[in-house]
């Protein structure tokens, strides 16, 4: 270097540091995995969703998870096999895996162990996992507080302990990616004893959170101010009405289950009566039974609810689907017989040639009528308000007539 020439702090030459800072600069972002997602449906019977609905959903939830999927694939079948596939389409998911290079099959239904080992056997070691997992994984990535991060590793390692037999002896079998935050990062759940032990512990902790919540649920009772609870599908929007309806300031993301902690505020009706509005989470076709297990604590404040709102994305093709979906949960949980008011959301995206969904037409006439409303606009709020006053403080009149 010649005399003269200016060094930096660190005795380099000046001269170097775009050379050294280029070869710094190196990507760190994780490339996404190339996936293929299958269905199978059975040849006989009546389905709720047609396939390709449901793969919609599926692909949604993958690029959710940070996937790229590069192929879709679905057969029908008389009964399940040992591998989902047939024979013939097992054939064709190797080759198509070979020809596009990909790293990872989604499949859209929860398998048992024996055909996920299969499956994975059979596509010479590449990462099998199944609708439930990938669920899970994406609650993984949205839990922030203590509780939503317990209750989903509770569902996670529910879902992994029959898993743990043969190949999957160890957790450490999971490397990272999709389908393996949480426990499959915790090397000392290992064996089947330490994981059921695991289990119980937050379990225990759980029924911990649930006596705070029934406390809390107890002042709130005290106080005789009706709860309203928040319940949809997952991205029907209730995030967002209940920004409308309270100024929360949660959290409200064009994104599946952006919230799983239940935010709850309180708002004046026109009446001028308190209530107060939680946000609950959202619910989805298949919803793991492990994962409604786990989630006891949280929809176990939909319990003690004076009323329901069912926030319905009016715009979504599967819309009568999906009210379908959440009344079903809620009679599994036994929530069938609270009020319930329907919300049409998303009115601001109807045009004339939309049509709304009509579940008289199709389906049991137990689905109600609902308000349109738009939760990101505020059309309609004012009407729903008046609807919830009416059913939290119905005057004489109105309960005379109802009579």
Not at 241 to 258: C, H
Request: with cysteine; net charge positive; aromatic share 2%.
């Amino acid at each position: 270097m010649p005399r003269g020439a200016d060094r930096r702090a660190d005795g380099r030459p000046e001269g170097q540091r775009s050379i050294t800072i280029a070869k710094r600069l190196k990507s760190t972002r994780p490339r996404r995995e190339r996936a293929i997602l299958v269905s199978v449906t059975p040849k006989r019977g009546r389905q709720l969703w047609h396939p390709r609905d449901s793969l919609d959903e599926l692909a949604e939830l993958a690029r959710t998870a940070g996937a790229m999927v590069v192929e879709r694939m679905a057969q029908r079948v008389d009964r399940p096999t040992h591998t989902y596939v047939g024979k013939g389409k097992l054939e064709e998911l190797k080759r198509a895996c070979a020809d596009l290079d990909v790293e990872t099959v989604i499949c859209d239904d929860e398998l048992t162990p024996t055909q996920q080992r299969n499956l994975e056997d059979s596509l010479d070691g590449r990462k099998v996992i199944d609708r439930t997992a990938l669920i899970l994984d994406v609650f993984a990535s949205r839990a922030r507080t203590r509780e939503g991060r317990l209750q989903v590793e509770l569902a996670q390692h529910e879902y992994l302990l029959p898993r743990l037999a043969g190949q999957w002896t160890h957790l450490e079998r999971l490397g990272g990616g999709i389908g393996t935050r949480g426990p499959g990062e915790t090397q000392i759940e290992t064996d089947r004893r330490l994981a059921r032990g695991r289990i119980q512990k937050l379990k225990s902790e759980l029924e911990g959170v649930r006596r705070s919540r029934r406390l809390r649920r107890s002042r709130r009772a005290s106080s005789d101010i009706p709860v309203v609870s928040l319940v949809g599908y997952t991205n029907a929007g209730k995030s967002t009405l209940l920004n409308r309806l309270t100024r929360a300031g949660v959290r409200a993301e064009n994104l599946m289950f952006s919230t799983l902690d239940p935010v709850t505020r309180r708002i004046q009706l026109p009446s001028g009566n308190p209530a107060l509005v939680t946000d609950t989470v959202g619910f989805i076709h298949k919803l793991p039974t492990a994962l409604v297990a786990a989630f006891r604590a949280t929809l176990e404040e939909i319990v003690e609810s004076s009323l329901i709102l069912h926030v319905v994305d009016a715009t979504h093709r599967n819309a009568l689907e999906q009210i379908i979906v959440v009344d079903s949960i809620l009679d599994e949980i036994g929530l069938d017989d609270i009020p319930t008011i329907m919300a049409l959301n998303k009115s601001d995206l109807l045009d004339s040639e939309t049509s709304l969904p009509d579940p008289s037409s199709r389906f049991a006439a137990g689905v109600r009528e609902g308000v349109l409303v738009s939760a990101l606009t505020g059309d309609g709020i004012e009407d729903l308000l008046q609807d919830i006053d009416a059913q939290l403080h119905p005057t004489p009149t109105r309960a005379a007539a109802a009579i």
